[in-house]
């Protein structure tokens, strides 16, 4: 392919990541993919994609993988900041080193890799940063507290980024998908077990029932779609001249985006508990 865009993609260790690396791969475009962890790095490489280890956690990573990518390219069309986890517990049972653990990767990393991006855009006169957030990056659900206030920063941050980089053709897109098959669920358990002490909690009996939806195989959640509904949305980015600033993936997205200018902030609530089902779903 001439002149063939050139993609870096974050987090594609599985999910959405993994399906937008390997379809835009298989498409013939450029694909750069990072995963955090060097096994993942390598099962990707075997599968064909230039693959870099990454930890967004870590500058001294990021900064390393950067070195490493402009070796092999000094191009960045499109960046898909897609890496991130959810930590579910409630509020009251978040200390600081977990909130801490959660914005490390999900909004700091992210930032500091679009910062390390955007000299490379400037000077090639253009680019296109994807920033992937989540229904929760507007409307938040009980038991999410860390997931939601890590996606509603990352919306702060690019809608300024995209206000400060008026005049110039570097554009800023958000992308808010609803339920989306994935390792989501296993990754949020695994964070849960590690920073929530259910045993000495409040919401004892909820996280009870949440445990059950997290160990759930497949969609635990109605309108669930596959990844390819958030690439698909990202290749009509990638083509697009002048791509919308939020772009809504699936029915719930769509429907609550809807619901919050709607309503009155109390009606809007009830429906984000029942939508959230004390951790149910």
Wanted: net charge positive; aromatic share 8%; glycine share 8%.
């Amino acid at each position: 392919m001439p002149n063939r865009p050139t993609l870096l993609i974050t987090g594609c260790s599985s999910g959405i990541g993994l399906h937008a690396a390997s379809h835009f791969h298989q498409k013939g475009y450029r694909v750069i993919a990072t995963c955090r962890q060097p096994k993942d790095v390598e099962r990707l490489r075997q599968a064909g994609l230039e693959c870099f280890q990454m930890d967004l956690a870590s500058d001294t990573s990021i900064l390393s993988a950067i070195q490493d990518i402009q070796k092999v390219t000094e191009r960045i069309d499109l960046l898909f900041n897609n890496a991130a986890f959810g930590l579910p517990g409630a509020v009251e049972d978040l200390s600081r080193e977990a909130l801490r653990h959660q914005f490390e990767t999900n909004v700091f990393g992210t930032q500091v890799l679009t910062n390390q991006i955007l000299p490379i855009m400037r000077q090639q006169g253009h680019g296109k940063i994807v920033y992937n957030s989540s229904i929760l990056g507007f409307a938040a659900m009980p038991y999410r507290g860390a997931y939601n206030a890590s996606k509603f920063a990352l919306e702060g941050l690019a809608d300024t980024l995209r206000l400060e980089l008026k005049g110039t053709d570097i554009q800023v897109v958000l992308i808010e998908p609803g339920p989306i098959l994935s390792s989501f669920r296993a990754n949020a358990y695994a964070q849960f077990k590690r920073w929530i002490r259910k045993e000495q909690s409040a919401h004892r009996d909820n996280y009870n029932a949440m445990i059950e939806r997290l160990e759930t195989e497949g969609s635990s959640a109605p309108f669930t779609l596959g990844p390819e509904a958030v690439t698909a949305v990202v290749e009509k980015i990638l083509h697009s001249t002048r791509p919308g600033i939020r772009y809504r993936v699936t029915m719930p997205t769509i429907l609550f985006a809807i619901l919050k200018r709607l309503l009155p902030g109390r009606w809007l609530d009830a429906l984000l508990i029942k939508a959230g089902g004390d951790g149910k779903r």
